[in-house]
Every structure is written in C-alpha cells, then in structure tokens.
C-alpha cells in the first residue's frame, strides 16, 4: 500500500462517510498511482512510459444520465432542458448512500485535494475520492495541484465521489439506467457511478463552474482554449470536440495558458486547470509535436490500441472508439504560461468543423454576427463509420458548451458580448473542416494553412487586408493571406461544381435559421440581422 506523504484528513472524511480510513491512498504520487494500476492488473505502460488504460463501457460522457438536484438553490436560476436534466433531491441522497457504502466495501480507494481556478480570487476547493488508482492520477493530472503546505488545513468546498463499478438500480435511484453523473449545488457534491470515464470528473466541475461563476462572481465561464504571445496579447478559441481547440492553442511560439475551459475576469482571463485532455486520433509528430512528446511518464491514454506485439499506439486505430484521448499536466507542455492566467484578449476565434464544406476558412465578424455565431455554436460532425451513413451531422451548441451550460444560454452570451463591446476584440470565424467540396469529396483543411490563417490575424496583418462578403453568411473574407493558396480562402471557388456549392450553402443557412428560432425573441435586432440568408 503506498505511503501517504502527508496525513489524511480522517474527520472530514469520516464525516462525509468514509468509515474505514485504513483502506484510504492520500495525495498519492503520480508515481505511486501509476504503481497501484499496475499492480492492479487495470493498465500497462506504453513504449514511452505513458500509463494506457480502458474506461470499459463508456468512452466518453453520457449526456443522457447526467442530472442536477432540482431544490430550491436551483429550481429558478437552472435553465432545465435535454442536459439539465432535473432529480429530485431524495434521489441524490440514496445514490449518495449506496456510493458511500460501495466505496467503504472496497480494499482500497483513493482521495486527493485539488483546486480549480488559477486565479487565487476565485479559486475553488476540491476533494475527489475514487475507486480507481487511474482516475484519481486523472485528478492531479487535469486539476490544480497544492503545495505540501496548503493541505495543511485544506477545507474542500466541494467533493467528487466516484464509483464506475456500482450499478445503480434505475426504479430505485430515479435514473435513466444503471449509470449516472448527478450534481447538487445545494449538497456541493458530484456523484458518478456506473461510468470509468474519466472526463465526467473533469466536465462535472466544469459545469459546477458555469453556474457558480456566472451566477456568483459576475465571471465569465468559456468552453475555450487559450494562449499569449511574446508580448502579452491574448487570444481565445471556442469550439466543440474535434474543431480543434487544444490543437491550435498548443502553439510553439506561443505561450498555452490552458486547453478548454476559462474565466473573463474584469481585468483578464484565467484556466480552471491543470492539466490537457487531448484527443489522439490520427494524431501525428509532425502535426502536434507539444502533444505528441506529452505522452511520457505521468500521462494518461485512454482506449488506444496498440501496434501488434508492441506497446506502441497506433493513432490511427478507432476500434474502441474515435475518442481516444491522453491527460497530462499543464507543466508537460514546453511553453506552458504559469500562472495560467492572462490578459484581456484581444482576439476570439470560433472554430468549427463544417464537414459540409461551405463555410470560408477564416472570416472577420461584425458584433452581431458574433454573437449569432456565439449562440449558434455550429459544426458538423463526419458521421463515422455507421454502414451506408456519409452525410455530415450538424450540431449547434449554443455558446459552444451547451451541455455544460446550467443557465441560460443567453446570460452567457449577453456577458460575452458585453465585454467585446468593452474591449474592442476582434472576432474570427475559423473553418478547419472541408473544403474543395464536403466530406467524401473534399479534403481536410490543411492544419498548416489554419495556422498561417490564425498566425496573420494574431499579428494584425488581416486588420486592413481587402475583403469580400460572402454573399450568404454576409461574414467578411480576406482576399489574401500570407502562407495560404489564395483560391482556398473562398470557398465556393474551391468546389468543382459550383452549383453545387450554392445548393449545399442554402441548405446549411436554413439549419442556421430553424436552430436559432428558439433564441429569436430574446436577442436584439442586430443579431437577428446577423441570420445568412437562407
């Protein structure tokens, strides 16, 4: 058994109800949990001395059996919808039970202190107590890690207790099945059970923070990415899984403040992390050199395969799933920025991946289509490997972070916009999904153009470029870009067949006009007008 380095704090614990603290790994040591996986038979190193593990039946959340206590702390400031998923608070307490009661039954679990928020002013407090030694080694990757001396009288605002191995049963416990993900603002806990993926740790305190900091703080809450150049100016990314927000933050001549989730303070930005979870499929040396060399000793891979006979992954192997990922400290990447905090940015990119091909690879926005791109939260998805099925799914996610999002899509957004009015910030529009046609026709866009892209606006060498509007989506389109063939900046010119681009354009800028009817009445005219025309 490892050899706590500090003492563990048994009241709490006890208090909370943990009886049997003799079976308790305190603050253990990266080292230590890598062991204990081990010797557990749940993992085995890869040839780079990452620790490779399987989350079993999910790889990845399950949106479905996520659920928040419906009391009187949330019933009015929640926005209830298909991922606000409200429990009543009776079931909260049984599940509660049964973890607690899972977890006292087991030889061993595994307890850290952790924070959230590099910002000291609204730092938050978090203990994670888990059943597995790899989920809680996922915790001091992905989390802020004290000092020796903060624990001394760490006091933890909030707790996450894990149990991927309790089944729950439904009738019993109010869920959709045996698994489930339940928070409690009012109890200040988050309960998983039935699910070892570990990224319902990492985005059950994102959402906690979606409420607490909007809601409490007057901050900001983002599902960005962000870095800082030489000088000191910031930029943001927003966008969902697979647009390529840790890819592009994770710039070598930039400093990487964080890789997904943020807070807009009145005089900057800062990470709520610690650490990156980066997706590893297709993922390549020569692409993304930071996360590739990020896979050594401490970091964690989740569901790869490997290269037959060896230990070496092959990254291009989906077999598991296409979500294959790696989780490492913030400190693994060479340019890091520590503290991860920043200045106000002075640039937003929205990145999508618009697997149908139409929209322009870099566009400046107007405030108001902004703001119609902000709360739209558009992608679309390659629909995978299903028999028979090549159309690209479109997603809209408002604010790019939806099912993260415990208020109303529009406090975020109202936030958002007033701060961009503040600070005079320029908005791109960043297309890294097809061009020359949509998936099955097309290409990729090349990550080496992105870049370029991203890089001239970074510098200002877009602020006075010639531009052309397109004739839909009304964004403005720079005319050339340095580094970057000038007949791929307008898309339309790309396709072969061009009638056939204006019919799929069309059709993309009626999923726009349906999506953001739910939002028509509570937004200005401005936004409205931002609408392409359909």
């Known amino acids: 058994m490892s050899v706590p380095t500090i003492s563990i704090p048994t009241g709490n614990l006890v208090q909370i109800g943990l009886r049997n603290t003799e079976s308790i790994h305190y603050q253990s040591t990266p080292e230590e949990l890598i ?51 409200p429990i009543e608070e009776k079931y909260f307490h049984i599940i509660q039970k049964k973890i ?32 597995k030694p790899w989920t809680n080694l996922f915790a001091y990757n992905m989390f802020l890690r004290p000092e020796e001396e903060e624990l001394e009288n760490f006091k933890p605002e909030w707790q996450v207790l ?62 960005c990415s962000a870095n800082m150049g030489e ?23 930039r400093k990487l403040i964080g890789d997904d989730e943020h807070g807009w303070t009145a005089d900057g930005i800062f990470n709520f992390e610690g650490g990156c979870y980066a997706k590893l499929i297709g993922l390549t040396e020569e692409k993304e050199p930071e996360i590739f060399h990020a896979i050594r000793p401490g970091a964690i891979v989740e569901n790869v395969q490997f290269f037959p006979g060896t230990n070496q992954i092959n990254f291009d192997d989906s077999t598991i799933t296409e979500n294959t990922r790696v989780s490492y400290p913030l400190d693994f990447i060479s ?34 289509q902004a703001m119609y791109q902000f709360i739209s939260g558009y992608t679309a998805k390659v629909a995978g490997t299903e028999a028979g099925v090549t159309e690209p799914k479109p997603t809209f996610s408002a604010c790019f ?20 009015q ?34 001239a606006a970074l510098d200002g060498q877009l602020d006075n470029v010639e531009t052309t509007t397109d004739p839909i989506f009304g964004m403005a389109i720079p005319t050339a870009v340095p580094g970057v063939p000038t007949e791929v900046l307008t898309p339309r010119n790309t396709w072969a067949d061009q009638a056939a681009y204006d019919e799929k354009a069309k059709y993309l800028a009626g999923l726009f006009v349906k999506n953001f009817e739910k939002y028509a009445t509570g937004v200005s005219a401005e936004i409205l007008a931002a609408a392409p025309k359909a």
């Open 100 to 131: 607690l009661d899972y977890l006292n039954e087991q030889p061993e679990i595994w307890v850290r202190d952790c924070f959230a928020c590099a910002d000291p002013r609204y730092r938050l407090n978090i203990r994670v107590v888990t059943e």
């Open 422 to 455: 503040q600070h005079d910030v320029n908005v791109w529009l960043i297309n890294t999904g097809w061009t020359g046609g949509p998936y099955g026709v097309g290409n990729r866009m090349k990550l080496s153009y992105t870049r370029s892209m991203i890089t």
């Open 335 to 368: 340019n890091a920025q520590e503290p991860s905090i920043g200045g106000i940015p002075k640039n937003i990119f929205f990145l999508t991946c618009d697997a149908f091909g139409v929209l322009p690879p870099i566009s400046k926005l107007t405030p108001g």
């Open 231 to 253: 000088d000191g100016d910031t930029a943001i990314f927003f966008g969902l899984s697979g647009t390529g927000k840790t890819t592009l933050s994770a710039d070598p001549n």
């Open 162 to 223: 894990s149990a991927p191995g309790l089944h729950l049963d439904p009738t019993e416990c109010g869920t959709r099945q045996h698994n489930a993900a339940v928070v409690s603002f009012k109890h200040k806990t988050i309960l998983i059970a039935g699910s070892a993926y570990t990224g319902e740790t990492k985005k059950g305190i994102f959402t906690i923070l979606n409420y607490i900091l909007p809601h409490e703080k007057n901050v900001l809450s983002m599902h």
């Open 35 to 85: 062991q204990d996986t081990l010797r557990l038979g749940e993992g085995v190193l890869t040839d780079t001395g990452a620790l490779a593990i399987r989350t079993g039946e999910f790889t990845g959340r399950s949106p479905n059996d996520k659920f928040t206590v419906k009391d009187e702390t949330t019933e009015n400031s929640v926005h209830w919808n298909n991922f606000n998923i």
């Open 401 to 420: 972070g939806a099912p993260f999002l415990p208020l109303h899509p529009g406090k975020y957004a109202e936030m958002l916009g007033q701060k961009m």
